[in-house]
């Protein structure tokens, strides 16, 4: 997949940060399999409560990529265990099965706060402990093994200081704007992918960036915008993590993204996770037909919409149109759009993955 060659099947990729599922769903869908110990899973992202998958489910459904995830930082909880703040100073609040935010450490938006601001020092804890044992044993057992990053640059500016007021400190503030993205880039994401990458880069054949540019009507802000702010220190967050291991680099947004993907590949990624097919401009017959040649995708294999909410022969019918869509050729990764949510019904979840098993056999038919 990775070298846009076909393999024998489509290769399938779950527990990653944006193709993993919520605990609710992990457990029911342990219980429809008749496996039992379905609330001892490790939770690999606190906001969105999804958990690493049980390896008895790797199994069952042959999956090919598995991820590798540092451990989150601490946090300080509420005495009722509803709310807590993180060791960014973002406090969260639970509600409908996740932790919503509603506190940022920048809220005044002046100078002084932003220097008197302090990232977690990364190099000082274990959140990286034991995972190049882990890594190790992986490889040896002959998976494909993917690294993820923390939350991404614009994501990290937004949350920090407030989505609202960050769009307009864009608009009228830029100075501080890009003040915070500096440091965000320079004391966190590059720090985090050097701890990172020093435990598992000899193993990993693939790392993620996440950023989320793109609602689903189009993207967030201009792309002009964009490539003033966040594209040159997308590429320097891109030579950073090639400097230190030999991977292929994908950056994960959500929403209609279609028309940043020329930049994408400029700066040297390699491809994109997901295909939000629903979004505008992202069918994924016209990205594939655009971009496949060079360009990879995963993801994009079914909407929650239809996942949650559809029968199982809906499930079935969407999966097999997005396999038709973007395997042939090879560059193609299968997975969810979105991690599987609380209420997606079991059987739509196996339906999903069988679906890859059966039709994603090579030649594509």
């Not at 996440?210 to 967050?237: E, H, I, M, N, W």
């Amino acid at each position: 997949m990775l070298s846009h060659r076909e393999p024998d099947r489509v290769p399938i990729a779950f527990g990653g940060p944006s193709c993993a599922i919520h605990a609710e769903a992990h457990r029911r869908l342990l219980a429809h399999l008749g496996y039992d110990g379905g609330d001892s899973a490790r939770v690999i992202d606190r906001i969105l409560q999804i958990v690493e998958p049980d390896t008895r489910l790797w199994a069952r459904f042959d999956v090919d990529v598995v991820w590798l995830i540092p451990d989150e930082g601490p946090v300080v909880w509420s005495p009722d265990g509803e709310s807590y703040v993180d060791e960014l100073g973002r406090e969260f609040r639970r509600g409908g099965g996740f932790f919503n935010q509603v506190g940022s450490p920048l809220c005044r938006g002046t100078r002084d706060e932003l220097a008197a601001y302090r990232f977690p020092d990364l190099q000082s804890d274990r959140r990286a402990a034991g995972l190049a044992d882990r890594a190790q044993r992986l490889y040896a057992a002959g998976y494909g093994l993917a690294a993820d990053g923390p939350w991404g640059l614009y994501e990290y500016c937004s949350t920090l200081r407030g989505p609202s007021e960050f769009f307009v400190d864009l608009a009228l503030n830029r100075d501080y704007a890009e003040a915070l993205a500096e440091r965000v880039l320079e004391e966190h994401l590059m720090p985090y992918y050097s701890l990172m990458l020093a435990a598992v880069g000899p193993y990993v054949q693939m790392v993620g960036i996440s950023d989320d540019y793109g609602s689903q009507t189009g993207l967030l802000f201009a792309p002009a915008l964009f490539r003033q702010v966040f594209k040159p220190r997308l590429r320097r967050l891109v030579e950073h993590i090639r400097r230190l291991a030999d991977v292929r680099i994908y950056i994960h947004s959500d929403g209609a993204v279609a028309d940043l993907i020329p930049d994408f590949i400029e700066i040297g990624i390699d491809g994109l996770n997901p295909v939000q097919y629903t979004a505008r401009g992202m069918e994924a017959e016209r990205l594939k037909r655009e971009f496949g040649r060079d360009f990879g995708f995963f993801g994009g294999g079914i909407d929650n919409e239809v996942l949650s909410y559809g029968s199982v022969e809906d499930v079935r019918r969407d999966a097999r149109k997005q396999i038709r869509a973007l395997a042939p050729g090879g560059g193609y990764l299968y997975a969810t759009i979105h991690n599987i949510p609380p209420e997606a019904p079991p059987e739509n979840v196996v339906a999903f993955f069988d679906t890859c098993l059966e039709y994603g056999v090579y030649p594509i038919q």
